[in-house]
């Protein structure tokens, strides 16, 4: 006897009313597939074939073709870039961020959080380029009043795959000390952990989000207190994946730490340069199954 | 509510809540490196701009004996083949221009870790490379700073996890030279930076209390392009210009 038929059998069919009329009770497994990369710096073709540890690899045409790929097989895939997408080879000198925002929006990015190097055209090149792809960038903790950027930067997204709701929020690293004042003008950082409690606490019970995914560009660990990924995990709740950047870390596999009230949080990045695109998938089921959240690698 | 009716009520309201959402069951990962085919359509893209480039970014413009980077420091001997490399060219090209510009020369240089972003290739230099390793579009300043501000700039150095490149400074443990000669509180001394390290960049706020800033209208990339068209032959190697006591 299926769970239907002996609801039904049950004489409790009345009860649809208050909510199983929405509800399919078969068994049913939704996977949710996010890709993403960090610190791709303007890597646009592979690397030369002389390149000392990834000759040939990378690139965006490459990465392009992966993307597709892995659409194709899970359309519901949702695509992040953790910051740093510009600077590091000629095109960003000639092209000032054109080429690779285009692209990326071309192959199927979501967002992206702004890392450092975003600045480094200028903010009014930046909204040129933004506007001229309709480019989303995500970040919750550069407050752009008065600036070039002003209405264009979200501070979260939320995303709907088949009833899951993805609530994602972007962070980025203090400016001062490290981008000349001169391009980030008026943009005033704030203190990432604040934002990313009251941010991930408004996703997760506001919005009523079931992921809630951070793309930081805050960096994976430092030696000194700043902030990174690693002390944001321990110090917010809330936050289920951390993907991030400017570190250039390549982790061979995310970290599993626990947050504040001692629950899972995922932290990943992978390299520089668009070497390597990260993939993880969240499996949701409606089944009683037990909840085994351990990460495994496929 | 007899027993029987309060246990299909449990089981009941159970499913109600387990079936109006989904629950996360489990997660898995997986590292994908880029091997793999091309989007005919993104490359098509990508040739429109490589095309539109109006200088040969593959001419090239000297050779390099061995493969040079940034990070073959070791904590001991805290400076690496492609920063002594720079550093050095930066100190040669400056000091001429500085010396054409204002009859004066340069003490010594300073350039970030953080400045220099690729690797310098054995063989064949390309002037793609100059802009992989020297992107950014910053030019050489030379800021005059009296020897009493020295001591910060030196235990800022030292302090640091990655080696700042320098040319024309000498730091062994507590013994610190400028052109092999100690340094002298009262005199001036003319220190060759880039334009990112007088706004503060990496932090080094010191550069600020200059008492005279020179711009040579000379970027670091076009330093290091015109160094290696004219000697044609790069070569460096690891020294003894920063020893730090463990």
Same mark, same amino acid.
């Given at each position: 006897?299926?769970?239907?038929?002996?609801?039904?059998?049950?004489?409790?069919?009345?009860?649809?009313?208050?909510?199983?009329?929405?509800?399919?009770?078969?068994?049913?497994?939704?996977?949710?597939?996010?890709?993403?990369?960090?610190?791709?710096?303007?890597?646009?073709?592979?690397?030369?074939?002389?390149?000392?540890?990834?000759?040939?690899?990378?690139?965006?045409?490459?990465?392009?073709?992966?993307?597709?790929?892995?659409?194709?097989?899970?359309?519901?895939?949702?695509?992040?870039?953790?910051?740093?997408?510009?600077?590091?080879?000629?095109?960003?000198?000639?092209?000032?961020?054109?080429?690779?925002?285009?692209?990326?929006?071309?192959?199927?990015?979501?967002?992206?959080?702004?890392?450092?190097?975003?600045?480094?055209?200028?903010?009014?090149?930046?909204?040129?380029?933004?506007?001229?792809?309709?480019?989303?960038?995500?970040?919750?903790?550069?407050?752009?009043?008065?600036?070039?950027?002003?209405?264009?930067?979200?501070?979260?997204?939320?995303?709907?795959?088949?009833?899951?709701?993805?609530?994602?929020?972007?962070?980025?690293?203090?400016?001062?000390?490290?981008?000349?004042?001169?391009?980030?003008?008026?943009?005033?950082?704030?203190?990432?952990?604040?934002?990313?409690?009251?941010?991930?606490?408004?996703?997760?019970?506001?919005?009523?989000?079931?992921?809630?995914?951070?793309?930081?560009?805050?960096?994976?660990?430092?030696?000194?207190?700043?902030?990174?990924?690693?002390?944001?995990?321990?110090?917010?709740?809330?936050?289920?994946?951390?993907?991030?950047?400017?570190?250039?870390?390549?982790?061979?596999?995310?970290?599993?730490?626990?947050?504040?009230?001692?629950?899972?949080?995922?932290?990943?990045?992978?390299?520089?340069?668009?070497?390597?695109?990260?993939?993880?998938?969240?499996?949701?089921?409606?089944?009683?199954?037990?909840?085994?959240?351990?990460?495994?690698?496929? | 509510?007899?027993?029987?009716?309060?246990?299909?009520?449990?089981?009941?309201?159970?499913?109600?809540?387990?079936?109006?959402?989904?629950?996360?069951?489990?997660?898995?990962?997986?590292?994908?490196?880029?091997?793999?085919?091309?989007?005919?359509?993104?490359?098509?893209?990508?040739?429109?701009?490589?095309?539109?480039?109006?200088?040969?970014?593959?001419?090239?413009?000297?050779?390099?004996?061995?493969?040079?980077?940034?990070?073959?420091?070791?904590?001991?001997?805290?400076?690496?083949?492609?920063?002594?490399? #720079?550093? &050095?060219? *930066?100190?040669?090209?400056? $000091?001429?221009? =500085?010396? %054409?510009?204002? /009859?004066?020369?340069?003490?010594?240089?300073?350039?970030?870790?953080?400045?220099?972003?690729?690797?310098?290739?054995?063989?064949?230099?390309?002037?793609?490379?100059?802009?992989?390793?020297?992107?950014?579009?910053?030019?050489?300043?030379?800021?005059?700073?009296?020897?009493?501000?020295?001591?910060?700039?030196?235990?800022?150095?030292?302090?640091?996890?990655?080696?700042?490149?320098?040319?024309?400074?000498?730091?062994?443990?507590?013994?610190?030279?400028?052109?092999?000669?100690?340094?002298?509180?009262?005199?001036?001394?003319?220190?060759? #930076?880039? &334009?990112? *390290?007088?706004?503060?960049? $990496?932090?080094? =706020?010191? %550069?600020?209390? /200059?008492?005279?800033?020179?711009?040579?209208?000379?970027?670091?990339?076009?330093?290091?392009?015109?160094?290696?068209?004219?000697?044609?032959?790069?070569?460096?190697?690891?020294?003894?210009?920063?020893?730090?006591?463990?």
């Amino acid at each position: 006897m299926n769970r239907r038929s002996f609801i039904y059998n049950s004489g409790l069919a009345s009860l649809s009313v208050m909510g199983l009329n929405s509800c399919n009770l078969s068994s049913r497994d939704l996977k949710i597939t996010i890709l993403h990369t960090n610190d791709v710096h303007s890597q646009i073709d592979p690397f030369p074939s002389n390149h000392n540890l990834y000759p040939n690899k990378g690139g965006f045409s490459k990465r392009a073709s992966l993307f597709k790929e892995l659409i194709t097989i899970n359309p519901n895939t949702l695509i992040f870039d953790a910051g740093d997408i510009f600077q590091g080879t000629p095109y960003f000198n000639f092209f000032q961020g054109e080429l690779e925002l285009n692209l990326m929006k071309m192959m199927g990015y979501n967002a992206a959080t702004i890392g450092n190097h975003e600045f480094d055209a200028g903010l009014k090149t930046l909204k040129k380029n933004i506007l001229n792809n309709n480019f989303q960038f995500i970040s919750s903790n550069y407050d752009f009043t008065n600036t070039e950027l002003e209405g264009l930067i979200d501070k979260y997204k939320i995303y709907n795959k088949e009833g899951i709701r993805i609530g994602v929020f972007g962070l980025g690293i203090e400016l001062k000390g490290l981008v000349n004042p001169l391009l980030y003008g008026e943009t005033k950082y704030y203190d990432p952990v604040d934002i990313a409690k009251d941010i991930s606490s408004k996703l997760k019970y506001e919005k009523g989000c079931d992921l809630v995914i951070c793309i930081s560009h805050l960096g994976h660990q430092y030696q000194n207190k700043k902030i990174s990924d690693i002390e944001l995990a321990k110090l917010t709740s809330n936050i289920d994946l951390i993907i991030g950047g400017h570190t250039h870390t390549l982790l061979k596999k995310p970290l599993i730490l626990n947050n504040l009230l001692g629950e899972d949080v995922i932290i990943n990045q992978v390299g520089s340069s668009g070497v390597f695109v990260g993939k993880i998938d969240f499996y949701f089921s409606n089944s009683n199954k037990y909840s085994d959240k351990s990460l495994v690698e496929v | 509510m007899n027993t029987f009716f309060k246990i299909i009520f449990l089981f009941v309201a159970f499913h109600l809540v387990g079936c109006s959402d989904l629950n996360l069951n489990s997660i898995s990962y997986s590292r994908i490196e880029l091997t793999g085919p091309e989007s005919i359509a993104v490359s098509d893209v990508i040739n429109i701009y490589k095309d539109s480039i109006d200088v040969s970014l593959d001419n090239i413009i000297g050779f390099s004996d061995q493969l040079y980077t940034k990070g073959d420091f070791n904590s001991k001997r805290f400076n690496s083949t492609l920063g002594n490399l #720079i550093a &050095d060219i *930066l100190f040669i090209q400056s $000091d001429s221009v =500085f010396k %054409f510009q204002e /009859n004066k020369n340069i003490d010594f240089v300073i350039q970030n870790h953080g400045g220099i972003r690729a690797s310098l290739p054995k063989g064949e230099v390309k002037l793609t490379d100059a802009y992989k390793i020297l992107p950014f579009e910053n030019e050489i300043v030379i800021v005059e700073m009296g020897g009493e501000s020295l001591s910060e700039i030196v235990s800022f150095l030292k302090n640091e996890t990655t080696p700042h490149p320098f040319s024309g400074l000498t730091i062994n443990g507590n013994e610190v030279l400028v052109q092999n000669k100690p340094i002298k509180p009262s005199n001036k001394y003319y220190i060759a #930076i880039n &334009d990112y *390290l007088l706004t503060g960049g $990496d932090n080094m =706020f010191f %550069f600020n209390k /200059n008492t005279e800033v020179y711009r040579l209208g000379y970027s670091l990339r076009n330093a290091f392009i015109d160094y290696t068209k004219s000697k044609l032959y790069l070569s460096s190697k690891i020294d003894n210009r920063f020893i730090r006591n463990e």
